[in-house]
């Protein structure tokens, strides 16, 4: 996509800023790098050049902040984007600088969202926060309106047990319980190790599916138990909604189904309430 070579960067260095280049003279703080990396994600991929003005002017980093900057890029890569991006580093006139190389997301986990919740695109050689999500928002809103008679679903949850091994994901779940909130539709949530009773848990799994209308599988720690429950679910085809959170590798034969990303508890919230208005809103036109 770019030449890296320390031509390559003169070239990409005298084109100057636009839609898929942009400098920065120093390493900002992380919430910045973070908003650039999605606008990329989210729009054409391209190329960012760290210790490069505004005007062209090649500055160069320390070998100090050579080695942050790769270290930052690579941290926050890897918690914001679904793949890794090309860090490198190059002299020009005796000067350092690094490069970083986004590609445009997959549309299966697009758009990238940041901790905040915000979606940036690149818009000529600006950064700009999107409407996408008050739109959505809006939308989502006038779905709800639209409902004139409110009928109850239940939504059984699928996730690992194991909080012992990873706290958050209590987290997780208290997040999914706020996600049903917060869409103040009537949708009664429900998760196995959550039911009191004496049963053997394969056949009551299936109990719980076969009354449910709508099945949250979430992949985090890929348990083998949500891909058993998954399987069942789409069987007998209940609205599946797939989560996990980001750096998680799922399975191939689940991959390619859509899945919502997420990397805290914020974000799965803010996307999971979103899809829940569109099952919600899929079960009662079919239901009518």
């Keep these: 996509m770019f030449d ?12 100057g800023e636009s839609q898929t280049i942009e400098f920065k003279s120093t390493f900002p703080a992380n919430h910045i790098v973070a908003c650039s990396l999605a606008a990329f994600a989210n729009t054409d991929g ?15 980093l320390s070998d100090y ?6 270290d930052r890029l690579k941290r926050i890569s890897d918690s914001l984007l679904p793949d890794p991006i090309q860090i490198g580093e190059v002299t020009i006139d005796s000067k350092k600088i690094i490069y970083a190389i986004i590609e445009k997301t997959p549309d299966v986990h697009f758009p990238i969202m940041t901790s905040r919740g915000e979606i940036y695109k690149r818009q000529s050689s600006s950064v700009v926060l999107t409407t996408n999500e008050q739109q959505r928002t809006a939308s989502s809103t006038e779905k709800i309106a639209s409902i004139t008679h409110k009928r109850e679903f239940n939504a059984f949850v699928a996730m690992s047990f194991r909080d012992e091994e990873e706290p958050a994901l209590i987290d997780y779940f208290s997040a999914m319980k706020r ?3 917060s869409v103040d539709l009537p949708i009664c949530i429900k998760r196995l190790d959550l039911v009191e009773g004496d049963y053997e848990i394969s056949q009551r799994i299936m109990t719980e ?3 449910s209308d709508i099945v949250i599988a979430d992949f ?12 069942y679910a789409r069987a007998k085809n209940r609205r599946i909604i797939q ?23 914020t974000e799965l919230e803010e996307k999971l309430a979103s899809e829940l208005i569109s099952a919600y809103t899929d079960l009662v036109k079919i239901s009518k």
């Design 4 to 15: 890296t070579s320390s031509n390559g960067i003169r070239k990409i260095v005298k084109k």
């Design 46 to 60: 391209g190329i960012i050049l760290f210790g490069v003005d505004d005007d062209g002017t090649v500055i160069g």
């Design 65 to 70: 902040r050579i080695e942050y900057a790769s």
């Design 179 to 181: 996600a049903i909130a």
């Design 209 to 211: 599916i076969d009354k």
């Design 220 to 231: 985090t720690l890929n348990s083998p138990n949500v891909y058993f429950e998954l399987g």
């Design 243 to 265: 989560s996990a959170r980001k750096g998680t590798m799922l399975e191939f034969d689940i991959r390619n189904w859509r899945t919502l990303f997420y990397r805290n508890a």
